[in-house]
T-cell receptor
């Protein structure tokens, strides 16, 4: 058990809808990362937050947004969903968010768009 | 742009054998190289990691070999066991962003 908690585990919705994925980092970790895993794109970094502030951005679509709250949990919001957004979404956390610190992953949310 | 190339895509090894997975990178700004193990239905789990100022790191049956000049690194799993059957990802980090390889599906047979 990595200590990173993601909810829900599975989400099924339709095109055009909006969903929110939730992540609670490991106790003591200040930085949260979001990744997308799909068959065609592999594991891709989306965005990083550190202590409530956005720190780094990757291949995140404009339809997607995230935030980290004062209690350090994070939410990833996906809107105007398309079939291609079907994927596994992982959250990871690390102590301070520096490059050479280990990132620990949750078990993900599987998003299926019908 | 694929910045971390991983091979092979799949690997079958007999129990007790050595599993070897290779990765190559292009970006010399990468400063941290972790390996992750992923089982079906689970998130990637950190296995072992190395910094570029070290040429080898060993933890139990798992060893990373790192060649900075060749921009290559590899994972060796000694005495491979059926419980090691999983997908393995190499990764490289810069500015706290992890760039992953495409994964190697390892099957350890009896």
């Amino acid at each position: 058990d990595s200590g990173v908690t993601q909810t829900p585990k599975h989400l099924i919705t339709a095109t055009g809808q909006r969903v929110t994925l939730r992540c609670s980092p490991r106790s003591g970790d200040l930085s949260v990362y979001w990744y997308q895993q799909s068959l065609d794109q592999g594991l891709q970094f989306l965005i990083q937050y550190y202590n409530g502030e956005e720190r780094a951005k990757g291949n995140i679509l404009e339809r997607f947004s995230a935030q980290q709250f004062p209690d350090l949990h994070s939410e990833l919001n996906l809107s105007s969903l398309e079939l291609g957004d079907s994927a596994l979404y992982f959250c990871a956390s690390s102590v301070e968010g520096y490059s050479n610190q280990p990132q620990h992953f949750g078990d993900g949310t599987r998003l299926s768009i019908l | 742009q694929q910045q971390v190339k991983q091979s092979p895509q799949s690997l079958i090894v007999q129990k007790g054998g050595i599993s070897i997975i290779n990765c190559a990178y292009e970006n010399t700004a990468f400063d941290y190289f972790p390996w992750y193990q992923q089982f079906p239905g689970k998130g990637p789990a950190l296995l072992i990691a190395i910094r570029p100022d070290v040429s080898e790191k060993k933890e139990g049956r798992f060893t990373i070999s790192f060649n900075k000049s060749a921009k290559q690194f590899s994972l060796h799993i000694m005495d491979s066991q059926p419980g090691d059957s999983a997908t393995y990802f190499c990764a490289a980090s810069t500015a706290s962003k992890l760039t992953f390889g495409t994964g190697t599906r390892l099957q350890v047979t009896l």
